[in-house]
């Protein structure tokens, strides 16, 4: 079982649209985060978010922190084909320091 | 600042060898995890190290094993092998795991294992 679920899996879609991915718990998390990876590459880290309704906003990427904190989401808007990539959230549960990963949505952008 | 190292980037074993993986952490953080990534899937946590010890383990078997050094680098050694074992293994580096870090982790490239 994921502590972290991620939906959807798998996103293709063309350079200009928008699109949300999320990330779901029945946990509560002190801080999450959304990293992208590219293939052959280790993840990179885009935004964290600690307080409870918290949106954070970084270029075309929206990040919000769900009121509970058990859940985020991130919006891309006019999506471009640098945005493929593999997108994880990660938190650390229950007073833990150490983070888990969701599975991750892979998207493609095609031009 | 320089960034988390790892090595090598690729390697190839067969089923029983054993395997160690190398990393630097980026300055000023004391704090290496180790993390495994199958083909299409998330990272999963296998250990963490600070100021050399032990810190916290995931549901990887006593075959994988860890070290942290003074200068805070880290190696990752597998023994005996398995074709599961195929996989990128990340190693990231974190500053003092001290009440308010919020957890980001800084990953190197990976060290992608195969085992035939």
């Known amino acids: 079982t994921q502590l972290l679920e991620q939906s959807p899996q798998f996103l293709s879609i063309q350079e200009g649209e928008n699109l949300t991915v999320y990330c779901n718990s029945s946990?509560?998390?002190?801080?999450l985060q959304w990293y992208r990876q590219e293939p052959g590459e280790g993840p990179v880290l885009l935004v964290t978010v600690v307080t409870g309704g918290e949106v954070k906003k970084l270029k075309r990427l929206t990040f919000q922190f769900g009121d509970a904190r058990k859940d985020s989401s991130l919006h891309i808007t006019a999506a471009q084909p640098g945005d493929t990539g593999l997108y994880l959230c990660a938190g650390a549960a229950g007073g833990s320091y150490i983070p888990t990963f969701g599975r991750g949505t892979s998207l493609i952008v095609h031009p | 600042e320089t960034g988390v190292t790892q090595s090598p980037t690729h390697l190839i074993k067969t089923r029983g060898q054993q395997v160690t993986l190398r990393c630097s952490s980026q300055?000023?953080?004391?704090?290496v995890s180790w993390y495994q990534q199958a083909l299409g899937q998330g990272p999963q946590f296998i250990f963490q190290?600070?100021?050399?010890?032990?810190?916290g383990r995931g549901n990887f078997p006593p075959r994988f094993s860890g070290l942290q050094f003074p200068n805070y680098s880290s190696e990752l050694n597998v023994n005996a092998l398995e074709l599961d074992d195929s996989a990128l293994y990340l190693c990231a580096s974190s500053p003092a795991n001290t009440i308010g870090n919020t957890g980001e982790l800084f990953f190197g490239e990976g060290s992608r294992l195969t085992v035939l």
């Open positions: 946990s509560v998390f002190s801080s």
């Open positions: 300055s000023g953080h004391n704090t």
């Open positions: 190290y600070y100021r050399e010890e032990e810190n």
